[in-house]
């Protein structure tokens, strides 16, 4: 029977309605993405906006106790040893930290996934060399080649970005090659190779969609990673020199004011705690969501609570 024109034809949603239907469903991952959302934008405006409230330093509010209204609502998280406030601090912090994990995880996953690409469809030759190239890079402990060349190239953004993302490059190139491995035997990819597609085409027009979302999955969970490798290199001594600060570099200066303020190291500490807890949560919400086979999971749930 003919449609009239008053007729609708249901439409699947959009992809973008489906995945935040999918977020709106796991109230956990939700909160998860709000808060990350938060530091993002802390990190693009809190520079501009709190730069001079970071740095101006207030002796008479040294270690000022947190919840004080000394120092106006900026020192709700209190004061450090020189009185700047620390809530004004953090937030400012949260641009080289953002940036130093973010630009450390996009160079180790794209020469990372370029490697594991090749590695896995160009043949066996060449995947042994760059395999090799991995091992040399997992045989040195991260922390530990990351330290000696920060000792010799000296602590800077850029350094901690090169280093960080020269550790985790095999993360990326195992995965990737992993994948691919197990991909270009399938019907598609078999029927493109028929058809006459160069392999360069097979490997980005065919291979990499059915490979992007695990690498989405890794990343988010790797930026964790790298944030807390660079808390810990600023807690040593040996990543970010003041008068730059990073999360790990406060934590760094308030140990010594442990046992008298510990809301210096508590609260940047607090702010790494959160920041890692929630990309975690979004990273196995991500691998439910982009898996075909499990993301239903969350479709349905999310019809139910819709």
Same mark, same amino acid.
């Given at each position: 029977?003919?449609?009239?024109?008053?007729?609708?034809?249901?439409?699947?949603?959009? !992809?973008?309605?489906?995945?935040?239907?999918?977020?709106?469903?796991?109230?956990?991952?939700?909160?998860?993405?709000?808060?990350?959302?938060?530091?993002?934008v802390l990190a693009v405006v809190g520079p501009m906006w709190l730069e001079g409230a970071a740095t101006r330093q207030n002796l008479r509010g040294r270690n000022l106790p947190p919840f004080s209204l000394?120092?106006?609502?900026?020192?709700?998280?209190?004061?450090?040893?020189?009185?700047?406030?620390?809530?004004?601090?953090?937030?400012?912090?949260?641009?080289?930290?953002? +940036?130093?994990?973010?630009?450390a995880v996009l160079f180790s996953a794209v020469i990372g996934t370029m490697l594991g690409l090749v590695a896995g469809y160009m043949g066996r030759a060449a995947g042994q060399v760059i395999l090799r190239?991995?091992?040399?890079?997992?045989?040195?402990?991260?922390?530990?080649?990351? @330290?000696? @060349?920060?000792?010799?190239?000296?602590?800077? @953004?850029?350094?901690?970005? @090169?280093?960080? !993302?020269?550790?985790?490059?095999?993360?990326?190139?195992? +995965?990737t090659r992993a994948e691919v491995m197990e991909v270009r035997e399938r019907m598609f990819v078999q029927a493109a190779r028929v058809m006459g597609a160069s392999r360069w085409r097979i490997i980005f027009?065919?291979?990499?969609?059915?490979?992007?979302?695990?690498?989405? +999955?890794? !990343?988010?969970?790797?930026? !964790?990673?790298?944030?807390?490798?660079?808390?810990?290199?600023?807690?040593?001594?040996?990543?970010?020199?003041?008068?730059?600060?990073?999360?790990?570099?406060?934590?760094?200066?308030?140990?010594?004011?442990?046992?008298?303020?510990?809301?210096?190291?508590?609260?940047?500490?607090?702010?790494?705690?959160?920041?890692?807890?929630?990309?975690?949560?979004?990273?196995?919400?991500?691998?439910?969501?982009?898996?075909? +086979?499990?993301?239903?999971?969350?479709?349905?749930?999310?019809?139910?609570?819709?």
């Amino acid at each position: 029977m003919p449609l009239s024109a008053t007729d609708t034809i249901p439409q699947e949603p959009g !992809a973008l309605r489906r995945l935040a239907r999918m977020l709106w469903a796991d109230k956990f991952a939700l909160a998860a993405a709000l808060f990350v959302l938060l530091v993002v934008v802390l990190a693009v405006v809190g520079p501009m906006w709190l730069e001079g409230a970071a740095t101006r330093q207030n002796l008479r509010g040294r270690n000022l106790p947190p919840f004080s209204l000394a120092q106006g609502w900026l020192g709700v998280l209190g004061a450090d040893a020189l009185g700047r406030p620390l809530l004004a601090r953090i937030i400012v912090a949260t641009r080289n930290t953002i +940036t130093i994990a973010a630009g450390a995880v996009l160079f180790s996953a794209v020469i990372g996934t370029m490697l594991g690409l090749v590695a896995g469809y160009m043949g066996r030759a060449a995947g042994q060399v760059i395999l090799r190239l991995a091992d040399v890079i997992m045989s040195f402990p991260s922390l530990l080649l990351a @330290v000696i @060349v920060l000792y010799i190239l000296g602590p800077s @953004v850029a350094n901690l970005i @090169v280093v960080l !993302a020269i550790t985790r490059i095999p993360v990326y190139l195992r +995965t990737t090659r992993a994948e691919v491995m197990e991909v270009r035997e399938r019907m598609f990819v078999q029927a493109a190779r028929v058809m006459g597609a160069s392999r360069w085409r097979i490997i980005f027009r065919h291979i990499l969609p059915v490979v992007l979302p695990t690498l989405l +999955t890794v !990343a988010t969970l790797d930026f !964790a990673f790298v944030m807390l490798a660079e808390s810990a290199l600023s807690f040593l001594g040996i990543g970010i020199q003041p008068p730059e600060i990073t999360w790990g570099l406060m934590v760094a200066q308030g140990r010594q004011y442990l046992q008298t303020a510990w809301w210096l190291s508590v609260w940047p500490g607090l702010a790494i705690i959160l920041t890692t807890l929630s990309l975690n949560l979004l990273s196995g919400w991500l691998r439910i969501a982009l898996d075909p +086979t499990q993301r239903w999971r969350l479709e349905m749930k999310g019809r139910r609570n819709g």
